[in-house]
């Protein structure tokens, strides 16, 4: 069964630490999203990936990171950089002419 | 990018229609219209998708003006579990170009 698997769904860590949020799927999707959704809030745009090895920043880019070395995996690492981390992190995939698939998201809070 | 515009909040009561409507000004020619539904801890879940004049499905209906610069989705007869958040998203999906910028959504409160 085709989809996006987002692990884990909850994650804790220490304030000053990276944490990496897994995003994997397999629908053969070229392109691969990162949103962030604080409590009440809409999605906004962390950072995208249209195809393997090439991504560009969203509108909220700073203090995070990702890496695209496979069609079907697009992690996202929170650095300690990210003031502000804790929030509910939703991954989606998509091709051309295709709406955009989401996964279960993770939530994220900084002890 | 097309920036989308949508009611903070909606209330409603069960067995009613329920319009929501999304501004998009600035929608481009290659621009589709999408419309999801998110649930509480969940990832949104596709409802309806449509480039111009009016689309249905087995839940619901997208009505796009001749000018694009809005659309208006319609769930008919709502019950308690559609109540939810709404998104509008416009983007390319042809070309796959440009990011996919969500508004801020619309709460929707179903009411007995």
């Known amino acids: 069964d085709g989809g996006i698997t987002q692990s884990p769904k909850y994650l804790f860590r220490k304030e000053g630490q990276n944490v990496t949020l897994s995003c994997e799927q397999n629908?053969?999707?070229?392109?691969m999203y990162w949103y962030r959704q604080d409590p009440g809030q809409g999605l906004r745009l962390i950072y995208y990936?249209?195809?393997?090895?090439?991504?560009q920043k969203g509108d909220i880019a700073e203090g995070y990171s990702v890496s695209r070395e496979k069609k079907e995996s697009f992690p996202l690492t929170v650095t300690s950089a990210q003031k502000n981390p804790t929030a509910f992190y939703l991954c989606?995939?998509?091709?051309?002419?295709?709406?955009?698939?989401f996964g279960d998201g993770t939530r994220l809070s900084i002890l | 990018l097309a920036k989308t515009t949508q009611p903070i909040s909606m209330d409603s009561y069960e067995g009613q229609e329920v319009n929501i409507t999304c501004s998009h000004n600035?929608?481009?020619?290659?621009?589709?219209i999408t419309w999801y539904q998110q649930f509480p801890s969940q990832g949104p879940r596709f409802i309806i998708q449509?480039?111009?004049t009016k689309v249905t499905n087995e839940v619901a209906s997208l009505f796009i003006p001749a000018d694009r610069k809005s659309s208006t989705l319609s769930l008919p007869r709502v019950s308690l579990s559609d109540t939810a958040v709404y998104y509008c998203?416009?983007?390319?999906?042809?070309?796959?170009?440009?990011?996919?910028?969500f508004g801020s959504g619309t709460r929707l409160q179903v009411q007995p």
């Open positions: 989606a995939s998509s091709i051309p002419g295709v709406r955009p698939t």
């Open positions: 629908l053969n999707h070229d392109a």
């Open positions: 990936s249209q195809i393997v090895n090439d991504f």
């Open positions: 600035n929608i481009a020619t290659n621009d589709y």
């Open positions: 449509g480039y111009k």
């Open positions: 998203l416009v983007g390319d999906l042809d070309t796959g170009r440009r990011a996919l910028t």
